[in-house]
């Protein structure tokens, strides 16, 4: 074992204080601590009334090397508290990348961050969806930031259009643009356990020049006018494409199967204002009434909807269809629907598998959520998926409330982690994979005390089937998903030490496994002479009640 010496320079060993600490024993006035105008920055140390001369705050740690002391090489060259600089990837520039963006660049030290998204402009699913009447089926005040609120929102369901300028000025307000990269897709990502490193291949879409790049940490956020038209679908998009088009189309022919959250809602809270609404037209009642209690399917309020369907331009076709053919639809009992454009609001792909490989510790995420069902730690981390953090991933709470709110907390969730291996020299995290088994055999068990478990029900919250476990969904409310979150369980979690120089193992370039105390450093802390107290090396001092 290497070896080697030191001197410890005498200025860092704290006589001085003691000495400061019984002079002002003997010259104490009770209160006084409190007071602002006394030297130094505490209310709380007694060192602030000493008549010696204060130590001035100390600038840097590093004790100089002699030949009189030795110590082993498990002793780092730092005071304790040093936050090691650290690159973060975060994919897609939608909410979630928005907002771990800001969290990052407002509370994280020593990290360099770089955002990659695949589309031309920043917004991710408020750019994707141009759809006639797309909006937020939350209502605005609730679908923003906390610490951005909008107080000039045009309506009660924003716009797309309006919520991506949003995000663009959530952006411009905290100079976040130039940690993104627009038009940057990712093709690839895997995980060298060499140098504690994700690899990922990033195509640009611009000039299809494809390069390498790596992190420590890997976040993963035509005119129809005058026409004859079919909408497939009365789900979420369906229920706002529909009073837009109904407004411009010759014909509207719209098909649905019975059984819209809409109708059920209406019904058993006012029923007889959709009765009303509807014209009391039967053969509507009959289509749109569903047979599943109200949040077994998601809730889609749409404006204007149930008005466009009594208008006379607009069918509602109920039948089952067979084919599509080139001047129209085929119904199964033969009648033939003719249109001139189809717009299908049949759903999302709304499965967790990525859409690019993944590849963590000999295991390709693609494939291992395709043969297996898909599960999470408490929504956002995969075992076997090292400094991966993924927002609103399987059992997220993604029906429990607006997703920028919950976006928030993610953030924090996620900062905790890069914070904890920045300052104890931590390469890699990964959660236990009893952990992660136990935490879903609880949501299993959860699941039955739920509407979204109603028998016979087809819902995304079950990847589209009618029966088998909710993957969508946290088992709980939005206070409990945030309550969860608070303290991080860090027992369940697998932690590898690494060098400061950038991870370990062989054939990587870190120094491989490290003692895990070597974040200990040189026997002095962050806390002497820096942060809000400057020159306050007893900032302890009255924080016995402080928890």
Known sequence: MSKFTMLVRQNHILRSPIQCVTTSLRH?????????????????????????????PQTHFRPEVSQNVTCDSTTEEHPLGTMRPVKVISIGAGVSGINMARALKRHGTNIEHVVYDKNPEIGGTWFENCYPGCASDDPSHNYQ????????????????????????????????????????RIIRAEWNEGCAEWVLSIKNEVTGVVFEDRCHFLLNSGDLKDKRVAVIGNGASGVQIV???????????????????????????????????????????????????????????????????????????????QEVQPNGIKLTNGKLIEVDAIVCATG???????????????????????????QAYMSCMISGMPNYITFLGPNGPLAHGAIPIITEQLSAFALKFIQKCQKENISSFRP??????????FIESFMPRTVWMDKGVRSWYRDGRSDGSVLALHPGSQAHF????????????????????????????????????????????????????????TWYWGEADVL
Request: net charge neutral; with cysteine.
């Open 482 to 537: 945030f309550h969860m979150l608070e303290g991080p369980r860090w027992e369940d979690f697998e932690w590898r030490s690494g060098g400061r120089e950038g991870g370990g193992g062989e054939g990587g370039s870190g120094r491989g496994e490290v003692n895990r105390f070597a974040y200990l450093g040189n026997g002095f802390s962050v806390r002497e002479g820096e942060g809000e107290r400057v020159g306050d090396d």
């Open 348 to 374: 999302f792909n709304c499965s967790f598998i990525p859409h690019f490989p993944i590849i963590g510790e000999h295991v390709n995420l693609q494939g291992l959520w395709t043969n297996n069902q898909s």
């Open 145 to 184: 930031f906390s610490h951005t609120p909008n107080p000039a929102w045009s309506s009660l369901f924003a716009p797309g259009v309006e919520i991506q300028n949003y995000l663009l000025d959530v952006c411009s307000k905290y100079g976040l643009k130039d940690r993104i990269r627009l038009s940057h």
């Open 432 to 441: 236990l994979p009893q952990a992660v088994k136990e935490y879903a055999e």
């Open 28 to 56: 104490y006035t009770p209160g006084m601590h409190n007071k602002q105008h006394v030297v130094g920055h505490s209310r709380r140390s007694l060192t602030t009334h000493a008549v010696t001369k204060p130590r001035p």
């Open 243 to 321: 009073p837009v088009l109904q407004q411009e189309v010759a014909k509207l022919s719209h098909f649905t199967l019975r059984g819209s959250l809409e109708a059920l809602e209406a019904k058993r809270v006012i029923s007889l204002y959709m009765a009303e609404a509807l014209n009391y037209d039967k053969h509507l009642l009959e289509a749109l009434i569903p047979y599943f209690p109200v949040g077994c399917r998601r809730v889609t309020p749409g404006i204007g909807y149930l008005k466009a369907l009594t208008q006379p331009n607009v069918d509602v076709i109920t039948s089952s269809i």
